[in-house]
């Protein structure tokens, strides 16, 4: 029942910037942490941000002062505003969503969008 729709990604320069979108349906707004994951080939998953419905905010050392999680609950949105990209950042990124608000690790807790693909050249 749970749907997460993720759209925004692209190829830029380094230090260029994108703004990433996933709009969710069907999760449980009383109660939730929305994550961003990323995906590098031949790498493990990793958490990027981490929002839950208090506005509880949590980062990546690797991205913290670069990019910024943000949600528009009327819009049913979570935001990924990434500033500054290197090409470390290249991955496909993924959001999702849990009625844990203490935000676990990767799990079957966890609804997943089908990922949208970053790419920052040097």
């Known amino acids: 029942q749970v749907q997460l729709v993720e759209s925004g990604g692209g190829s830029v320069q380094a230090g260029g910037s994108l703004r990433l979108s996933c709009v969710a349906s069907?999760?449980?707004?009383?109660?939730?942490?929305m994550v961003w994951f990323r995906q590098a080939p031949g790498k493990e998953r990793e958490g990027v941000a981490t929002i839950n419905h208090n506005g509880a905010i949590t980062y990546r050392a690797s991205v913290k002062g670069r990019f910024t999680i943000s949600q528009d609950n009327a819009k049913n949105t979570l935001y990924l505003q990434m500033d500054s990209l290197k090409p470390e950042d290249t991955a496909l990124y993924y959001c999702a969503v849990t009625e844990d608000w203490t935000c676990p690790l990767p799990s079957a807790s966890y609804s997943w969008g089908q990922g949208t693909q970053v790419t920052v050249s040097s």
């Open positions: 069907g999760y449980n707004q009383k109660s939730y942490c």
